[in-house]
C-alpha cells in the first residue's frame, strides 16, 4: 500500500511539473488541504480544495521560477509520504535567487492526495520576495532620519554608500562619512525645531531632485563661516535643491543648492 502512495504522489510530481491542472486535479481529493507555513511572501497560507489547489498553482507559476538539481527521495509509512528535495529558484517580481532545502508531508487516501504540509525555507523565501525599496521612498527616509527628536545621524549615513558625499554648494564644503552626520546634527542644534518641508519630488532613474524649504527657530548657536551667531529667537524659511544621485540603493552623491543669503536676512545678520 505504501509503495501504491509513493506512485501515486510521484504522478503528482510530475504532473506539477508538466503542468498538467486536470491530472493534478485528479490525484486530489475535492476537499484537500495545501498548507505552506510563514509569512512575509506570496505562497504562504492554508489553501483550500480544488479551488485552492488551482489557485495556488496559478500564483506560484506567476510568482517562482524554480528547478530541481537533485532527484526527490520519497519515504512511506502507512498513509503518509515524505517527499524530501532541494529547489533553486528565482522569485519574479524582486529578480532575486533563493534555494530551499524543504520537505513535503502528504496524506494520501483511496489513491487521492488528501493534505499536503510544506516544511521550506521560508526565511530564504521570504528574503528574495522582500521588495526593494525605489530610489524616491529611499530619499524619503533619509529625510526621515534627520528629522525632530527622534533624529538619527547614524542612519541618516547608512543611505550614503562607502564613497558618497554630501556637498553643501553655497560654501563649497564636501562632507563624508560622520561628517555627513554631524553637519545635520550641528544644524539640528541651532535650529531644534528643523523640519525639511518637502514640497517637489522628481525621480528620472537614479537621480532624484527635491524642492524643499528648511523651516526652524534660532535657539541654539549656529557657525558661520568663521563666526558663530548666537541664538537670535528667530524663525527661518528657507528655499532649497537637494540633487541626489544614486546607485544600487545607495547615494553616491548628494548636492544641496541652499540660500544662506535669504537665511542671514531671516536672522537679523544682514539688511534685505
Known amino acids: 500500500m505504501s509503495n501504491n502512495h509513493v506512485q ?3 504522478d503528482f510530481f510530475a504532473a506539477m511539473h508538466r503542468g498538467d491542472k486536470q491530472g493534478l486535479l485528479a490525484l486530489s481529493a475535492e476537499d484537500i488541504e495545501w498548507i505552506i507555513p510563514g509569512d512575509g511572501w506570496p505562497l504562504a497560507g492554508t489553501h483550500c480544495g480544488h479551488a485552492g489547489l488551482t489557485d495556488l498553482l496559478q500564483k506560484a507559476s506567476e510568482t517562482l521560477e524554480t528547478s530541481y538539481p537533485k532527484p526527490f527521495e520519497f519515504v512511506a509509512q502507512g498513509d503518509r509520504v515524505l517527499v524530501v528535495g532541494f529547489a533553486r529558484g528565482k522569485i519574479i517580481a524582486t529578480n532575486k535567487t533563493f534555494e530551499d532545502d ?3 508531508a502528504i496524506t494520501v487516501r483511496n489513491g487521492k492526495l488528501t493534505n499536503i504540509r510544506e516544511y521550506i525555507d521560508t526565511q530564504a523565501l521570504a528574503r528574495a520576495s522582500e521588495m526593494s525599496l525605489g530610489n524616491e521612498e529611499i530619499i524619503r527616509k533619509l529625510y526621515a532620519a534627520a528629522e525632530g527628536p527622534g533624529m538619527d545621524t547614524e542612519k541618516f549615513v547608512s543611505f550614503f554608500s562607502e564613497k558618497g558625499y554630501m556637498y553643501d554648494v553655497p560654501s563649497g564644503t564636501k562632507f563624508r562619512g560622520k561628517a555627513i552626520g554631524d553637519s545635520i546634527a550641528a544644524l539640528a542644534s541651532a ?6 518641508e518637502l514640497l517637489s519630488i522628481y525621480v528620472a532613474e537614479n537621480v532624484v531632485v527635491v524642492e524643499l524649504r528648511i523651516r526652524g527657530t534660532h535657539k ?3 557657525a558661520l563661516g568663521s563666526k558663530t551667531i548666537a541664538p537670535s529667537g528667530k524663525a527661518i524659511d528657507v528655499p ?3 540633487v541626489f544621485h544614486l546607485e544600487s540603493g545607495k547615494v553616491i ?3 544641496c543648492y541652499n540660500s544662506p543669503s535669504v537665511m542671514q536676512q ?3 545678520l544682514v539688511s534685505s
Open 253 to 255: 552623491s548628494f548636492n
Open 8 to 10: 501515486t504522489v510521484k
Open 266 to 268: 531671516q536672522l537679523g
Open 220 to 222: 541654539g548657536e549656529l
Open 240 to 242: 532649497c535643491v537637494d
Open 191 to 196: 535650529f531644534p525645531d528643523v523640519h525639511r
Open 102 to 104: 524543504w520537505v513535503f
